[in-house]
């Protein structure tokens, strides 16, 4: 498994959890709006919570393995959700390597 077939994983679980974690604080939101409960207003806080956990993983998990340097800021910024870069901006270390491997760039 290379670097980028990690890092597209790790962000399409990231982009799962922000999805449910919003869909519960809207749904759930929109109901106890209907039938006040402290149950759903609960179940909705959590959602928010989860979304929002996520979106900050999702800032701070993509570094460079090499030089630690942090990748997909654009993707983060919501330009690219499903692209990741093919190098590292900072130290141009080739993603596609597999990870397992030393980089002898
Ligand atoms: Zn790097």
Known sequence: MTIKQRFKRR???LLIGIFIGFALFAGMGALENKYPSAVLSAIS????FIAFSCVVIFVFAF???RCNGRVITGAAMGLSL??????????????NVPSDEPANI
């Open 45 to 48: 806080y959590a959602g928010f």
């Open 82 to 95: 499903l692209s990741v870069p093919r190098y590292c901006s900072s130290c141009g270390l080739d993603f």
């Open 63 to 65: 570094r460079c393995p």
């Open 11 to 13: 962000k399409r679980l």
